[in-house]
């Protein structure tokens, strides 16, 4: 008798998961887990909790509805808390597990959570799902990779490399072992809302702001299946590469960011549905474009598998000085209250909703590190605490991008604030939104 251990880890979803299938052509008993570490829960070195309301409330969201879908397949998601090495060695104990299944991810305290579990001397399998094209399909080795963006998607695009088509979500799962024995761990809890230390909240709550913004933003993989067609219908599609730099909008851009990140919706999924939209309605530059910026995500992946934890020092990839920090700043600058109307607009929204724009992002942290001179990771650990759709690849390449700290030959963005609020806000409706709440 094989007992498994399927560990969710970015990837809440049932469709297109290939780690999970993986796990459960082995087993002949398999049990589902997520762990949440009570470090999210804490203060970071910068002052802040490490994970924000928004994002924990769109996860229990997600995981309830993975829970929903599970059980339609006689199998329950059990929940785990601690650092994960921890809860998982004590819960495969209990089970007499004989090995673990996740998802590869290439960022250094993944990675670390990872050797931590082996260093126990417990195999783990880890599975790469996360990315668009299949790292081994790209015509350049990991050490060869471009390092500026436009090479690197020439050279994809020259080579004719195409995705995976997704996979499909399992018809049977094995079933779980006896779960009995996991009943008296420390923090035993079925409500993912208990376990995320947040309230289960209405339709009518608070995040009313960040619905108006992005109908059905509801966490889940039965959401991020109906947003998926609900952007796929004309003319949005045709009009992303003219709307996608606009402040706000429902339809402006694809809003598909949350679901990708906590792995409800898989880019496969995403690629093949874009697909079959053009054989529909046809190819333009809006749908090319949503291409071209679902590579950036990738790329962003590849850049970790090529240079790991060297994205995560204060210089980054660069040789410029270590980064100043002024915490005032920095606090004033998390607060919205820096004095410059654009970019306190951005924060406020960002505070109230845990989503702005990408163009609001590039603004706000060009703000940060350029203007304030603060240290470019203080703002990627707030990002990483408000952001409803924090992703460790994206996030940090993009901060590193814009700092000049990354592998733009540009060697750091600087928005004048001034220049793109004429471009973007030319009537003020935006700054008014927000700077009036
Ligand atoms: C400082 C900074 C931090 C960021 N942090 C994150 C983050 O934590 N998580 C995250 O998902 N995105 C991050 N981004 C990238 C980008 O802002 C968001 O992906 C985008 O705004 C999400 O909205 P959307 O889904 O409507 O994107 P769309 O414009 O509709 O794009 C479609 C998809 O392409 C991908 N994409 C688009 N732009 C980028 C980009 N610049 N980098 C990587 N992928 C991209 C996303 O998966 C997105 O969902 C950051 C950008 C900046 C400047």
Redesign the pocket.
């Known amino acids: 008798m094989r007992t498994l251990i399927f560990w969710f880890r970015n990837d809440l979803r049932l469709q297109d998961q290939r780690a999970l299938l993986q796990a459960a052509q082995q087993a002949d008993r398999l049990l589902l887990v997520y762990v949440h570490d009570p470090a999210q829960d804490e203060a970071t070195a910068w002052g802040f909790r490490r994970m924000g309301v928004h994002r924990r409330r769109f996860v229990a969201d997600t995981l309830q509805d993975l829970i929903a879908s599970l059980q339609t397949l006689g199998q329950q998601l059990v929940f785990l808390h601690g650092p994960a090495h921890e809860a998982l060695t004590e819960c495969a104990r209990r089970v007499q597990a004989q090995a673990i299944f996740c998802e590869d991810i290439a960022a250094p305290e993944e990675q670390a959570q990872v050797q931590d579990l082996r260093s126990a001397e417990f195999a783990v399998n880890t599975v790469w799902q996360s990315s668009l094209l299949e790292p081994e399909k790209r015509p350049f080795e990991v050490v060869d990779m471009p390092q500026v963006f436009t090479a690197f998607r020439q050279r994809i695009e020259a080579a004719g490399v195409q995705p995976l088509p997704p996979l499909a979500a399992p018809a049977v799962l094995p079933p779980p072992p006896d779960l009995a024995p996991l009943h008296t761990l420390p923090g035993w809890t079925d409500n993912p809302w208990t376990l995320l230390q947040v309230q289960q909240t209405s339709d009518s709550d608070d995040r009313s702001n960040f619905r108006d913004h992005l109908p059905r933003c509801q966490g889940g993989e039965t959401n991020a299946l109906a947003h998926l067609q609900s952007y796929l219908t004309p003319p949005w599609p045709d009009r ?1 590469k003219q709307t ?1 730099n606009a402040l706000q909008g429902q339809h402006t ?5 949350p679901w ?2 906590t792995g409800a919706l898989s880019v496969r999924t995403i690629w093949t549905a874009l697909q079959t939209y053009e054989q529909q309605h046809g190819a333009n530059d809006g749908t090319y474009w ?1 291409w071209f ?2 590579l ?2 990738d790329n ?1 992946r590849f850049l970790h598998l090529q240079h790991g934890r060297q994205l995560y020092a204060a210089r980054g990839l660069s040789q410029l000085p270590r980064p100043s920090h002024f915490p005032k700043d920095f606090q004033r600058w998390c607060n919205g209250d820096t004095g410059e109307p654009i970019v306190d607009a951005g924060m406020r929204e960002l505070a109230c909703t845990g989503y702005t ?2 163009r609001m ?2 603004i706000v ?1 060009s703000y940060l590190v350029h203007d304030l001179a603060c240290d470019w990771r203080s703002g990627a650990a707030w ?1 990483e605490s408000q ?1 409803v ?3 460790v690849y ?2 940090q ?3 590193l991008y ?1 700092s000049g700290r990354g592998t733009d030959p540009r060697q750091g963005r600087r928005f004048n604030p001034v220049k793109q609020t004429q471009d973007h806000d030319p009537q003020g409706r935006y700054r008014k939104q927000w700077l009036s709440r």
């Open positions: 992303y996608r851009s694809s809003h598909w960011s990708l990140a949503l910026e679902l950036w995500r962003f724009s990408n992002r590039q942290a990002f952001l759709d924090f992703d994206s996030n390449g993009n901060w814009v």
